[in-house]
């Protein structure tokens, strides 16, 4: 099968930059793809984290200091982008502008003005296909769960519980870095850093919140500055959403939850949703598992746990016994942004990567949480602006 090679810089050769180039280089993990990423330029001010990439990633053609140089080579179709909040709104538009398709890490810009400028550079390059980072919806067990809400099993939905917890930063001595400071992270602290993950199957599924009344947490008040000292943590640690969700003819509540200081957990993502006839669950914790509620009026109330079977969005060559874990999901969602760009409007399967739409709405709710911690009080959003 002769395959569309989607050539790629990456912007950031960070964490995930790193899980990017894992990824590429384990495209043979897929089955009857017909396109694959070459990552052939990269871009960091650190010298060190651009080497990274030259020393292990055969294909990288070009190293550059400066990331408006690589958005000028020609040779780059596509982009990763996975830098500071702080500096979305100016890349990522300088990644539109100059025609590359780009995969960027949320929240898409630090602020909703910043996403707003973000927006309009998307809307003025309808031919540019821009995505928002989130894997774990590609989990098989979300991804049947997906299914089930297409399929409308649930009935009548009585509510929605969906969070990304972590435990990373219970641990005092932990250096302080850019997520800890608002004027590189922003406000919305752990909202930006972990809420696209959380919202984007409710947003998928058109469960967009009328209303939030919200708790945020500061619970390290500081932490070590690298040279000695010490240095104040400015940014939330936790946040709990308290969501009314109406929609053409339901409403109900839904619970969103954001934790980097959750004990016990290590990136815990999940999803429940109950219902007058179906109720199901699905959680990281457990990544083999789907638990399921199907009621019947007057019937038994019993809960189903189920190994979920290796069956992922696209094809690979693992049996179905075999368990699936983050790499796959990263690997996945990957696969589903080169399936888009080499096929638009005709990808292979229907799950699309997080829009920049999604992550709009994402501000959306994000903002008005800011705004319920500053009053106190429960704050209407209005959807139809």
């Not at 294909?59 to 400066?66: A, C, I, L, Q, W």
């Not at 501000?363 to 500053?374: D, G, I």
Request: hydrophobic share 40%; with cysteine.
């Amino acid at each position: 099968m002769k395959k569309r090679i989607i050539r790629f810089g990456v912007i950031g050769c960070g964490l995930m930059g790193k899980e990017f180039a894992s990824a590429a280089a384990r495209w043979c993990h897929l089955t009857d793809m017909d396109v694959e990423p070459r990552i052939v330029a990269v871009s960091d001010p650190v010298p060190a984290a651009a080497q990274w990439f030259k020393d292990r990633v055969p294909t990288v053609e070009n190293v550059y200091s400066d990331y408006r140089e690589l958005l000028a080579d020609s040779s780059v179709e596509a982009v990763y982008c996975a830098v500071p909040h702080h500096l979305h709104e100016r890349i990522y538009i300088d990644i539109v502008k100059a025609g590359k398709h780009l995969l960027g890490e949320k929240p898409f810009g630090i602020d909703r003005e910043a996403n707003a400028a973000i927006q309009a550079a998307i809307d003025a390059h309808p031919g540019v296909i821009v995505r928002c980072s989130s894997e774990f919806p590609f989990f098989p067990g979300a991804q049947q769960i997906i299914r089930w809400v297409g399929e409308g099993r649930f009935g009548r939905i009585i509510e929605v519980e969906a969070g990304f917890w972590h435990s990373s930063d219970l641990d005092p001595t932990k250096p302080i870095n850019w997520k800890r400071r608002t004027a590189t992270n922003g406000d919305y602290g752990c909202m930006g850093d972990l809420g696209m993950h959380v919202l984007h199957l409710p947003l998928r599924f058109g469960w967009k919140p009328a209303s939030v009344r919200a708790l945020l947490s500061k619970i390290m008040e500081e932490r070590p500055d690298g040279e000695g000292g010490t240095a104040p943590c400015e940014t939330w640690d936790n946040a709990i959403l308290a969501c009314e969700v109406k929609t053409a003819d339901q409403q109900f509540p839904m619970l969103l939850s954001m934790k980097r200081i959750a004990p016990g957990h290590a990136n815990t993502w999940f999803i429940r949703i109950c219902g007058t006839a179906f109720s199901a669950e699905f959680s990281t914790k457990n990544p083999k598992q789907v638990a399921s509620l199907p009621y019947e009026p007057g019937g038994e109330q019993a809960w189903h746990v189920a190994d979920a079977p290796y069956r992922s969005a696209y094809g690979t060559i693992t049996g179905s016994i075999f368990e699936f874990g983050f790499s796959d999901s990263i690997l996945q969602m990957w696969a589903a942004f080169c399936d888009e760009i080499a096929h638009p409007g005709k990808m292979r399967q229907p799950f699309r990567c997080a829009t920049p739409e999604e992550a709009a709405d994402s501000h959306r709710v994000f903002t008005a949480a800011l705004e319920s911690e500053r009053t106190g009080a429960t704050i209407a959003i209005d959807w139809r602006n």
